[in-house]
């Protein structure tokens, strides 16, 4: 069965300072991979997502994240943090293949705080 | 363009009552979905449609049931709420498989 860990439920990091969230999966073969961001009081947005080929993307805001095949892992970064980025972090996965229902499954979610 | 529309936004239900949330899209999509988010849980499929006519279980379906006359909307039902069903639900939509979700802004339940 596929599952998504965030090993990090939560993350301070200071204003200007760099990020990474980290996001393991499991699952038998390449998904697809993404992370969603939800502002306080808000619903889900999403930052960026990982189809095929290059397996560094970019997003919206500044972020990127990698995925690395080795380590089933799909980590999510930004070189310079803002005060606006201070928001909860959901990566989530997907199945691939013909009977494909686009169901996501989401990790635990990681907030993000940022300290001036 | 209004994206995902969810009705009402708050809700106060007392054990036993039913109620039906909404979710409206005016994007076309064939994807809808239902999920909650409780804290420490992440996100939880409740069900989803892959089409106008069509629903499944997702991974927590007990105690709801969806109805999809209508492509544009998704209906979520309770009928009888219990304390264990508080919780935010949000209603997701999507165009085609892998390319991520269009999120609604979310319901938040409290069953007392």
Redesign the interface.
Same mark, same amino acid.
């Given at each position: 069965a596929q599952s998504v860990t965030q090993p990090d439920i939560h993350i301070t990091v200071s204003e200007g300072a760099s990020l990474e969230l980290r996001c393991n999966y499991s699952y038998g073969a390449t998904p697809y991979l993404f992370w969603y961001v939800q502002s306080p009081g808000q619903g889900l947005q999403l930052l960026l997502k990982y189809f095929s080929g290059d397996t560094l993307v970019q997003g919206i805001k500044g972020f990127e994240a990698e995925f690395k095949r080795s380590q089933s892992s799909f980590n999510l970064r930004k070189p310079s943090v803002h005060w606006s980025d201070a928001a909860e972090y959901f990566c989530a996965v997907g199945a691939r293949g013909s009977s494909n229902t686009g169901k996501l499954i989401f990790g635990q979610g990681t907030t993000l705080q940022v300290k001036p | 363009n209004a994206g995902?529309t969810q009705t009402p936004k708050f809700r106060v239900l007392k054990t036993g009552q039913s109620m039906t949330l909404l979710c409206a899209q005016d994007m076309n999509h064939e994807?809808m979905?239902w999920?909650r988010q409780d804290p420490?849980?992440?996100?939880?499929?409740i069900h989803?449609s892959?089409g106008e006519g069509t629903t &499944?279980k997702?991974e927590v379906p007990d105690g709801y049931n969806v109805s999809r006359l209508k492509k544009q909307n998704f209906l979520l039902g309770l009928e009888s709420a219990a304390p264990s069903q508080t919780s935010v639900y949000?209603c &997701?939509s999507?165009y085609?498989?892998?390319?991520?979700?269009?999120?609604?802004?979310?319901t938040r339940l409290t069953v007392v």
């Open positions: - | 995902v994807y979905y999920y420490g849980m992440g996100l939880r499929l989803y892959v &499944a997702g949000f &997701a999507s085609s498989t892998g390319i991520g979700y269009t999120f609604g802004s979310g």
